[in-house]
């Protein structure tokens, strides 16, 4: 394996390019499937680099349940540097599988704190509450949707404004963009090179919604009223949603993107563009990132189960 086992923790660093570039040039739907696509597997490689490391500093700790094979110095010669990183490893594996694992509990609960808060309310789709703070949401589930908006904030915005602001969370629903939301915040619990991806889907997921709301109404300037009268009054949800839902995101930029050209939708860029030679360069990272935590794991279970005595 070499030091090519490490190679997982630090290829994130390839995909910064492709988070700042997809924002501006690509369509934001399709940025946002590249982006989570890209953080997904490079975060499932970088776990993966982090357990086998740890397989070798656990089978240095003396009393482990390990079999006595597992700490043999050829063993423990698969992975450079054991002594100092394997331990290490023990300690950051941990940390992020707690991390992770709070993450999604907290998912969890939000979601359902949140449909225990509207049980018995009136309303299929669109629940309105009789709520001072102008704020409004998507609640994603499998068997109903809800789009929860207080008379505050309706109060604020014209009839074609409320049908873009409808639109805008009705869109949040279709593409399911709170599940691109949780894998890259899951991804950049597992390694924090992946942080700027996620801000950057954080963005392109409203931008998603933006786009298709100025479709459903036929005309981005009423969207780009919308969200910048929404961003003026709303002071966000008195509490968290899933996946950052009541996150408005960078809203001056998503209103200068309505107020110019649509975007062209495209299923990959060329090569020859800025953003294509960093989509490209963002591919080469996550396939190599791939290739290499496959190769270690396939390298690793075979030494060991050559040390392992029957």
């Known amino acids: 394996m070499g030091v090519?086992?490490?190679?997982?923790?630090?290829?994130?660093?390839?995909?910064?390019?492709?988070?700042?570039?997809?924002?501006?040039?690509?369509?934001?739907?399709?940025?946002?499937?590249?982006?989570?696509?890209?953080?997904?597997?490079?975060?499932?490689c970088s776990t993966v680099c982090l357990g086998l490391v740890m397989?070798?500093?656990?089978?240095?700790?003396?009393?482990?349940?390990?079999?006595?094979?597992?700490?043999?110095p050829e063993v423990r010669a698969a992975v450079p540097y054991d002594e100092i990183v394997g331990r290490a490893a023990i300690p950051a594996l941990c940390v992020v599988?707690?991390?992770?694992?709070?993450?999604?509990w907290r998912h969890g609960r939000v979601r359902r704190r949140a449909h225990r808060a509207l049980a018995g309310l009136p309303g299929d789709e669109v629940v309105?509450?009789?709520?001072?703070?102008?704020?409004a949401y998507a609640l994603p589930d499998r068997r109903r949707n809800r789009i929860v908006v207080t008379t505050a904030l309706l109060d604020c915005l014209e009839p074609a404004e409320r049908r873009a602001l409808f639109a805008h969370e009705r869109a949040h629903l279709a593409g399911r963009h709170h599940r691109f939301l949780l894998a890259v915040q899951l991804a950049a619990r597992a390694n924090p090179f992946l942080h700027p991806l996620r801000t950057a889907v954080?963005?392109?997921?409203?931008?998603?919604?933006?786009?298709?709301?100025?479709?459903?109404?036929?005309?981005?300037?009423?969207?780009?009223?919308?969200?910048?009268?929404?961003?003026?009054?709303?002071?966000?949800?008195?509490?968290?949603?899933?996946?950052?839902?009541a996150v408005a995101g960078p809203v001056p930029r998503r209103v200068a993107a309505?107020?110019?050209?649509?975007?062209?939708?495209?299923?990959?860029?060329?090569?020859?563009?800025?953003?294509?030679?960093?989509?490209?360069?963002?591919?080469?990272?996550?396939?190599?990132?791939?290739?290499?935590?496959?190769?270690?794991?396939?390298?690793?279970?075979?030494?060991?189960?050559?040390?392992?005595?029957l």
């Open 4 to 44: 090519f086992v490490f190679l997982p923790l630090v290829l994130p660093l390839s995909a910064w390019p492709i988070a700042r570039l997809a924002e501006q040039r690509l369509h934001p739907r399709t940025a946002t499937r590249l982006l989570t696509g890209v953080a997904a597997v490079m975060a499932v």
């Open 55 to 72: 397989v070798v500093g656990t089978a240095q700790l003396p009393g482990n349940p390990l079999p006595d094979g597992w700490s043999d």
């Open 97 to 104: 599988l707690a991390t992770c694992g709070r993450t999604v």
């Open 128 to 135: 309105v509450l009789p709520d001072e703070l102008p704020y």
């Open 202 to 245: 954080s963005y392109t997921a409203e931008r998603w919604a933006d786009e298709e709301a100025a479709e459903a109404v036929g005309s981005r300037r009423t969207v780009a009223i919308a969200i910048g009268k929404a961003a003026l009054v709303s002071r966000g949800s008195p509490s968290a949603t899933l996946a950052g839902f």
């Open 258 to 309: 309505l107020l110019g050209a649509a975007p062209v939708t495209r299923r990959w860029p060329s090569l020859f563009t800025p953003v294509g030679l960093a989509a490209w360069v963002a591919a080469a990272g996550t396939a190599l990132s791939a290739m290499s935590s496959a190769n270690s794991a396939v390298t690793m279970v075979l030494i060991l189960h050559a040390a392992t005595p």
